[in-house]
């Protein structure tokens, strides 16, 4: 049974060669997996997070469900105008490993 320190879901942003930013929030908690948040994202509160991506992969894990997420590429274009924004993988209930 999870408790209130368990962060069950996972997201993960995938980079698609462009530099983009992401925002994140979720209803409950939330933190950045394996990378240093300074140097990768600015978790802006234990609900929220921000960065930006160009290549490869950022994860988080969070509890609670995932409220938003809005991508934008180098020039603010946002799916589905823009092909270059980050794809965005989540899973619930994914175990810690």
């Given at each position: 049974?999870?408790?209130?320190?368990?962060?069950?879901n996972l997201v993960t942003i995938v980079g698609r060669g462009?530099?983009?930013?992401?925002?994140?929030s979720v209803e409950g908690r939330i933190r950045m997996v394996g990378a240093n948040p300074a140097e990768e994202a600015t978790i802006v509160s234990d609900r929220a997070a921000e960065g930006t991506i160009d290549t490869g992969v950022q994860?988080?894990?969070?509890?609670?469900?995932?409220?938003n997420v809005r991508l934008v590429d180098w020039n603010g274009a946002s799916p589905p105008e823009s092909p270059d924004t980050p794809t965005v993988h989540i899973d619930y209930n994914v175990p810690d490993r």
């Open positions: 049974m999870p408790t209130e320190d368990t962060l069950p462009v530099p983009s930013n992401y925002e994140l994860r988080f894990r969070f509890s609670g469900e995932l409220a």
